[in-house]
Nanobody
Framework: QVILVESGGGLVQAGGSLRLSCADS????????VGWFRQAPGKGREFVAV????????FYADSVKGRFTISRDSTKNTVYLQMNGLKPEDTAVYYC????????????????WGQGTQVTVSS
């Protein structure tokens, strides 16, 4: 059963922008903290950003701080990741996640995962 569905990935040149979206058909995004992880080829899953439900509960990985922005629209059951100033090292499969149990930077602590969307940044 697919719970979280990502969209918006693609190929972009370095310096460009993309906006990822993640939607669900139930109560996940309205109810739990939601975030994004990414996995580059040959590497483990890396924390990108999390949105805990209010402005004081938004955190980013140092590698994306100042370039990426996470937001959520609970009325649409959707979370977004606006990515500006993209770099080749941002190339990865990006996953939408929800409901962390413990450390929000640990992939193992998230209960819900999307299937991922590919982002490729060319130099």
């Amino acid at each position: 059963q697919v719970i979280l569905v990502e969209s918006g990935g693609g190929l972009v040149q370095a310096g460009g922008s993309l906006r990822l979206s993640c939607a669900d058909s139930g109560r996940i995004i309205r109810t739990y903290p939601v975030g994004w992880f990414r996995q580059a080829p040959g590497k483990g899953r890396e924390f990108v950003a999390v949105h805990g439900g209010n402005a004081a509960a938004i955190f980013y990985a140092d590698s994306v701080k100042g370039r990426f922005t996470i937001s959520r629209d609970s009325t649409k059951n959707t979370v977004y990741l606006q990515m500006n100033g993209l770099k080749p090292e941002d190339t990865a499969v990006y996953y939408c996640v929800a409901d962390p149990d413990g450390d929000y930077t640990r992939a193992e602590d998230y209960k819900f995962w999307g299937q991922g969307t590919q982002v490729t940044v060319s130099s």
